[in-house]
């Protein structure tokens, strides 16, 4: 059965972190808004762990730096151009290197002669 909401303890063990990085992480990342029942216990809804499981992500395996996380986690990643193949262009250039290296085969064989 999935909890409502779990304690910092229980996320830190889940997810195997320090209480004190995910506290660090509540002042760093606004997306982590967990809420406190009675006294000072946090407690974390299943989609505040999936949250912080992404941040760990970022940070951790992906060496995201925190600037970095937060805007990967406020706009999303960001869209790589894709690549085009320029066949085209690339005969062209091919060519104009061959005509290059027959005129300057052209030149070497006049220089040697004179």
Request: glycine share 8%; charged share 30%.
């Given at each position: 059965?999935?909890?409502?909401?779990?304690?910092?303890?229980e996320v830190s063990n889940l997810l195997e972190l320090k209480?004190?990085?995910i506290r660090y992480w509540e002042t760093e990342f606004p997306q982590l808004k967990m809420s406190r029942?009675?006294?000072r216990n946090r407690r974390y809804s299943p989609k505040e762990v999936e949250t912080i499981k992404r941040i760990k992500t970022l940070l951790y395996d992906k060496k995201y730096t925190i600037k970095g996380?937060?805007?990967?986690?406020?706009?999303?990643?960001k869209k790589q151009p894709e690549v085009v193949k320029v066949t085209k262009g690339t005969e062209a250039i091919k060519e104009i290197i061959d005509k290059v290296n027959s005129i300057r085969t052209i030149v070497?064989?006049?220089?040697d002669k004179i």
């Open positions: 059965m999935k909890k409502l909401y779990y304690t910092i303890t209480p004190y990085v029942k009675t006294g996380a937060k805007a990967h986690l406020k706009d999303g990643p070497r064989e006049t220089l």
